[in-house]
């Protein structure tokens, strides 16, 4: 599959954006979507994944309560609702695909074969 990043911007501390992923090629009920983020200088790090088949997720801490990932099936496409920003946010997202079941813990790289372009997201204090 192929995938797209889309959706990033500027926003104030407090506001919201939403990050769209849309995939072309094969379907993605089996696979894995997961959105990284990385801070320049930085490791790159999964914050949430969502099964598309089951629609199973997984949360990294530091966005629980204030990001949610949704899915279309049929659109091939993931959504991150990220409310509550913080400068902290600050990053260029990805989102990246894999078989469901591969690869070792969903926040690091292993396994992930497909990965959109990244998309800068700023969050001004």
């Known amino acids: 599959v192929q995938l797209q990043a889309s959706g990033g911007g500027l926003v104030q501390a407090g506001g919201s954006l939403r990050l769209n992923c849309t995939a072309s090629?094969?379907?993605?009920?089996?696979?894995?979507i997961t959105w990284f983020r990385q801070v320049p200088g930085k490791e790159r790090n999964g914050i949430i994944c969502i099964q598309m088949r089951g629609g199973s997720i997984y949360y990294a801490n530091s966005v629980k309560d204030r990001f949610t990932v949704s899915r279309d099936n049929a659109r091939k496409a993931v959504y991150l609702q990220m409310d509550s920003l913080k400068p902290d946010d600050t990053a260029v997202y990805y989102c990246?695909?894999?078989?469901?079941?591969?690869?070792?813990?969903?926040?690091?790289?292993?396994?992930?074969?497909?990965w959109g372009r990244g998309t800068l997201v700023t969050v001004s204090s």
């Open positions: 090629g094969d379907s993605l009920d089996n696979y894995s």
């Open positions: 990246a695909a894999r078989r469901t079941g591969s690869g070792g813990a969903y926040y690091t790289e292993l396994g992930y074969d497909s």
